[in-house]
């Protein structure tokens, strides 16, 4: 109970610097990496949980890039590790009106589009600065972060130890497998990276009444990856509306096809890998249920999916 007053008493301090009344502060529930506070009508405030620091700070870095495209993100006020107000590093940003939306965005392939023009090799992620352009960072702000590499990895290999450890039987693995390996002759794995958001889901963004796209938040999981990465936080009936939009947006010369293999690599795979995992009720991810991802693949595909997803199988 003494935390609890503690971490109030330092969002109440944070919010008296920022010209807020501590009346106007009301934490948000929710939040695996950081917890979030209203601080009035014009800011928010996320105090980073414990073991999720680089993430924040990374984020410093990917927001600017990100908004410098024209993505449609909060802009950092301020961020801050001294630990002299908080006890955990802490960013505070734009406030922006809106409710998790309950249907795909209009706007959101359009969004994906405008980040993934932001490339490994000349596109380095920037800075925050503040509205004078000044850096906004307190603490180690000369410290740049190295945004992480995520990959393709090894399905196969997945799929063998399901067979060893009893998950799977022969014939389904070797099914498996050959499903893998038929979807690998479909993808060129030696394209260039991009920065993606790396949790594109319903949780993560902002919408209107009327369903249009405010905001794309929380940037802990970016990652310079494959594109067909950011699509796998989406249910594959979602994405297989998203893509052809994504393409006559995107810069990209990956044709719908190319991308859906891609991305049904990856749920696929994700979705072999959470069988073995512990159950956890209170994630509340369409993704987190362990069985989640492979009854998603189901109804998908027996649903009448269109082109170019039922050559894929």
């Known amino acids: 109970m003494g935390e609890q007053h503690d971490v109030l008493d330092q969002v109440t301090e944070i919010a008296r610097r920022?010209?807020?009344?501590?009346?106007?502060?009301?934490?948000?529930?929710?939040g695996v990496a950081n917890r979030g506070f209203v601080l009035g009508e014009k800011l928010f405030l996320r105090v980073c949980r414990p073991g999720f620091e680089a993430d924040l700070l990374k984020e410093t870095h990917v927001v600017p890039a990100a908004r410098s495209v024209g993505v449609l993100t909060p802009a950092i006020i301020q961020y801050d590790d001294t630990r002299r107000l908080a006890d955990s590093p802490y960013v505070v940003t734009e406030r922006v009106h809106g409710t998790e939306p309950t249907d795909l965005p209009p706007r959101?392939?359009?969004q994906l589009a405008?980040?993934?023009?932001l490339d490994l090799h000349n596109e380095p992620p920037?800075?925050?600065?503040g509205t004078d352009g000044a850096p906004v960072a307190a603490g180690a702000a000369g410290a740049a972060p190295v945004v992480p590499e995520d990959d393709w990895s090894d399905p196969w290999r997945t799929v063998d130890e399901l067979g060893s450890r009893g998950?799977?039987?022969?014939?389904t693995a070797d099914w498996l497998t050959g499903w893998f390996t038929r979807l690998a002759d479909r993808i060129d794995r030696s394209r260039p990276k991009v920065l993606i958001h790396g949790d594109v889901a319903a949780h993560n963004l902002l919408v209107d009444p009327a369903n249009n796209l405010r905001a794309l938040i929380d940037w802990g999981d970016a990652a310079w990856a494959p594109r067909a990465m950011d699509f796998a936080k989406l249910p594959l009936t979602q994405v297989a509306v998203l893509l052809p939009d994504y393409v006559r947006h995107s810069?990209?010369?990956?044709?719908?096809?190319?991308?859906?293999?891609a991305t049904l690599w990856f749920h696929l795979h994700w979705a072999l890998a959470r069988i073995p995992s512990t159950p956890d009720p209170n994630q509340r991810h369409w993704t987190a249920p362990t069985a989640s991802r492979l009854i998603n693949l189901l109804h998908f595909f027996t649903t009448s999916p269109p082109a170019p997803w039922t050559g894929l199988t």
């Not at 405008?114 to 023009?117: A, E, G, I, S, T």
Request: charged share 25%; glycine share 8%.
């Open 18 to 30: 920022h010209g807020v009344d501590p009346a106007e502060v009301k934490e948000v529930a929710g």
């Open 114 to 117: 405008c980040l993934h023009q």
């Open 126 to 129: 920037a800075r925050a600065t």
């Open 167 to 171: 998950y799977l039987d022969p014939g």
């Open 251 to 261: 810069q990209t010369s990956d044709s719908e096809q190319d991308l859906a293999a």
């Open 108 to 110: 959101l392939a359009e």
